[in-house]
């Protein structure tokens, strides 16, 4: 089964080649990958480093507060990030709080032993999903530690079902699952993985950390003045039509943010023409302008979302209508109402929020603006609904904690 995993890895890195003549994401992955291997021989050579990887943007987030724990604790380490998408790569490229970053090499044989060879880890941590057998296997035989950080596992997974038995005997090779909940240790125990901690996300120590930075913006301030304001944030299409629908109900007490997950110039102008009867400004255009003027403001940078939710009295996190759901989190614990669309099954956080009425699920515009009106006609219900949102991250932070406090033990 290895062999045919490694032989689809290498059909998968010519599906990335020929998708790069096409699809400036996959150009990117496919021109970063070549410079991984350059980056690594000239960065790692006589250091100690402990190697963080995630898929994308926001599973960094989930590792980024144990890089800043272990930091504190054990200044003498380097800290390699690696990344599958583009997403999060492009964004964090040069980042201060990363020692030394790139694309991870594609998971063949040959590659993993390279990238081990020039790397040699004190220790690997994987975030959540990031499960690449070669490298599994590799790291396993050369007796790195390696660990998996706020893990969350489905019975639908692979690793559960007969036929997914092989890689589930790989799994068994790990140091240790960080998992987020009971269910996700359950079902690793019914494969014989015992070394597990239910540590919970170390998402909520991310985003509280944010949160106590009580940073002001400037312009945000001018934009919201005395206003009400609705932030959408990853927002897709779909997210965006919903509140087009809404707006006008609102816009007397309420301005509105966007964040887009995409930032190009054809999104951006899609945002615009959905609110061409609005007074519409971006956030690249502002200088010069008078904020206050402007009732819908389009957030077309990267970086600012979860510093921006801090002005918002209700958010709306995208993605849940087409990809899949954001972060939620980083408005929740500023404690306020969230609202996303109808595919979060997948998202355990969501799934609380829900259960607990601070968050709410919808299908429609007109399910988003029957609860908005519930908001504005009874504030004891929106408060109630505010205090439910900032309880729930802080009755969960502490994931960090957890995980060093083991990891320290043993390879430290």
């Given at each position: 089964?290895?062999?045919?995993?490694?032989?689809?890895?290498?059909?998968?890195?010519?599906?990335?080649?020929?998708?790069?003549?096409?699809?400036?994401?996959?150009?990117?992955?496919?021109?970063?990958?070549?410079?991984?291997?350059?980056?690594?021989?000239?960065?790692?050579?006589?250091?100690?480093?402990?190697?963080?990887?995630?898929?994308?943007?926001?599973?960094?987030?989930?590792?980024?507060?144990?890089?800043?724990?272990?930091?504190?604790?054990?200044?003498?380490?380097?800290?390699?990030?690696?990344?599958?998408?583009?997403?999060?790569?492009?964004?964090?490229?040069?980042?201060?709080?990363?020692?030394?970053?790139?694309?991870?090499?594609?998971?063949?044989?040959?590659?993993?032993?390279?990238?081990?060879?020039?790397?040699?880890?004190?220790?690997?941590?994987?975030?959540?999903?990031?499960?690449?057998?070669?490298?599994?296997?590799?790291?396993?035989?050369?007796?790195?530690?390696?660990?998996?950080?706020?893990?969350?596992?489905?019975?639908?997974?692979?690793?559960?079902?007969?036929?997914?038995?092989?890689?589930?005997?790989?799994?068994?090779?790990?140091?240790?699952?960080?998992?987020?909940?009971?269910?996700?240790?359950?079902?690793?125990?019914?494969?014989?993985?015992?070394?597990?901690?239910?540590?919970?996300?170390?998402?909520?120590?991310?985003?509280?950390?944010?949160?106590?930075?009580?940073?002001?913006?400037?312009?945000?301030?001018?934009?919201?003045?005395?206003?009400?304001?609705?932030?959408?944030?990853?927002?897709?299409?779909?997210?965006?039509?919903?509140?087009?629908?809404?707006?006008?109900?609102?816009?007397?007490?309420?301005?509105?943010?966007?964040?887009?997950?995409?930032?190009?110039?054809?999104?951006?102008?899609?945002?615009?023409?959905?609110?061409?009867?609005?007074?519409?400004?971006?956030y690249t255009e502002k200088e010069g302008a008078n904020l206050a003027d402007f009732n819908v403001l389009i957030i077309d940078t990267i970086g600012l979302l979860s510093k921006i939710y801090r002005y918002a009295d209700v958010a709306?996190?995208?993605?849940?209508?087409?990809?899949?759901?954001?972060?939620?989190?980083?408005?929740?614990?500023?404690?306020?109402?969230?609202?996303?669309?109808?595919?979060?099954?997948?998202?355990?956080?969501?799934?609380?929020?829900?259960?607990?009425?601070?968050?709410?699920?919808?299908?429609?515009?007109?399910?988003?603006?029957?609860?908005?009106?519930?908001?504005?006609?009874a504030p004891e219900y929106y408060r109630e609904t505010c205090r439910i949102c900032a309880d729930f991250v802080k009755e969960n932070l502490g994931a960090c904690d957890k995980i060093v406090e083991k990891v320290s033990k043993s390879?430290?």
């Open positions: 089964m290895r062999f045919l995993y490694t032989v689809f890895i290498h059909l998968y890195n010519f599906g990335i080649a020929v998708a790069a003549l096409f699809n400036e994401k996959a150009k990117l992955l496919y021109q970063g990958r070549k410079q991984s291997f350059r980056i690594l021989q000239e960065q790692c050579a006589d250091k100690k480093i402990v190697w963080l990887h995630a898929a994308s943007l926001g599973e960094y987030e989930q590792g980024k507060p144990l890089i800043q724990k272990l930091r504190t604790l054990h200044p003498e380490l380097t800290f390699l990030v690696t990344f599958f998408s583009p997403s999060g790569y492009e964004v964090k490229k040069n980042d201060k709080d990363i020692d030394i970053v790139c694309y991870l090499p594609s998971d063949t044989p040959r590659n993993v032993r390279k990238f081990l060879k020039i790397v040699q880890p004190k220790a690997a941590f994987f975030v959540k999903y990031e499960y690449w057998y070669n490298y599994i296997h590799q790291i396993s035989n050369l007796q790195i530690p390696l660990y998996y950080l706020s893990a969350i596992f489905r019975p639908s997974q692979y690793f559960f079902k007969s036929y997914g038995q092989w890689f589930a005997r790989q799994l068994q090779r790990c140091t240790h699952f960080f998992v987020q909940n009971e269910t996700s240790a359950k079902l690793l125990q019914s494969i014989g993985i015992e070394q597990v901690t239910i540590a919970g996300d170390t998402r909520f120590d991310r985003v509280f950390a944010i949160a106590q930075q009580n940073i002001t913006l400037d312009f945000m301030d001018e934009f919201k003045g005395d206003s009400k304001l609705l932030i959408v944030g990853s927002s897709w299409q779909p997210d965006e039509q919903v509140v087009a629908r809404i707006f006008s109900d609102f816009k007397t007490d309420y301005k509105l943010v966007f964040a887009p997950h995409l930032i190009d110039k054809e999104h951006v102008n899609g945002i615009k023409s959905l609110f061409s009867n609005e007074k519409v400004i971006c709306m996190v995208g993605g849940a209508f087409v990809t899949g759901l954001h972060n939620t989190l980083e408005a929740a614990v500023f404690g306020i109402p969230v609202f996303f669309g109808p595919h979060y099954s997948k998202f355990n956080e969501a799934i609380e929020l829900v259960n607990r009425k601070g968050g709410f699920s919808i299908q429609n515009a007109d399910e988003m603006r029957l609860i908005m009106k519930r908001f504005e006609n390879i430290f």
